[in-house]
């Protein structure tokens, strides 16, 4: 295990060189940002602030993090250097802007916002500015995270009240449910942008699944007992 609390742990994130892990611990009593050390073990507090710190995302260079924090009102993406200096905010709507994830280039910030209504995901740029939606289909889409070509988004939709893997083709906006099972969440690409992992329940229980961007291959993980949540496909290390 890279790390044991007897407090939830949430949110993993790898930094692309797969050295360090970003993630959300609640041992002090309340949400707070951590960068971990998966080599020395080391850790440090990058976003403690007044209310909730949330849902770290790293930037390609691994030289930034977006968060999500509740300092000044609402749910909002901030960004601020990984060692938790230089916070700036960047959405500024008066809903809830949340779960944010770099694109490829590292120019926009793909995020789930209510700004509409029900949560939908937009992109805008890192330097701030007009946000954009990106998802129409349904009235519930959240969790974006990018494929590793940028060429694909994977996201959590319901449809028939079922919540399920949706595959976007950023260019053509052309849409694919990928699983057949009902209660997903935290989809995760893999390395070579091939497979998803994701976590799901059956019977009661959590348990992690994979599928393939297409979804004709769909796999069910055994795991240890217990339940299993949120997982994150580490990154390729050469």
């Known amino acids: 295990a890279a790390l044991r609390s007897r407090e939830p742990i949430i949110s993993p994130a790898w930094s692309p060189d797969g050295t360090r892990l970003a993630y959300v611990s609640f041992e002090s009593g309340k949400p707070v940002v951590y960068v971990h050390s998966v080599t020395t ?39 601020m250097s990984s060692d938790g200096s230089n916070v700036r905010r960047l959405t500024t709507s008066s809903g809830i802007d949340t779960e944010p994830a770099f694109s490829v280039d590292g120019g926009s910030i793909y995020f789930t916002s209510d700004r509409g209504g029900g949560p ?17 289909n349904g009235d519930y889409n959240i969790s974006a995270r990018v494929s590793p070509d940028g060429k694909q988004l994977a996201y959590i939709g319901r449809r028939a009240g079922r919540l399920q893997v949706h595959v976007l083709d950023i260019a053509s ?46 796999t069910r993980l055994s795991g240890p007992s217990g339940d299993i949540r949120e997982p994150t496909w580490g990154p390729f290390i050469k």
């Open 41 to 79: 073990g080391e850790r440090r507090v990058v976003a403690n602030f007044r209310g909730s710190n949330s849902a770290p995302a790293w930037s390609p260079d691994g030289r930034s993090l977006a968060v999500t924090l509740t300092r000044e009102g609402n749910s909002q993406v901030f960004l």
């Open 173 to 218: 906006g052309q849409e694919v449910a990928v699983t057949d099972t009902a209660s997903d969440e935290s989809p995760s690409f893999a390395p070579n942008g091939r497979l998803l992992l994701y976590a799901t329940a059956v019977n009661g229980r959590g348990i992690l699944a994979s599928a393939s961007t297409d979804g004709r291959v769909r």
């Open 120 to 136: 939908q995901i937009y992109r805008m740029p890192v330097t701030g500015g007009a946000a954009q939606r990106v998802t129409f």
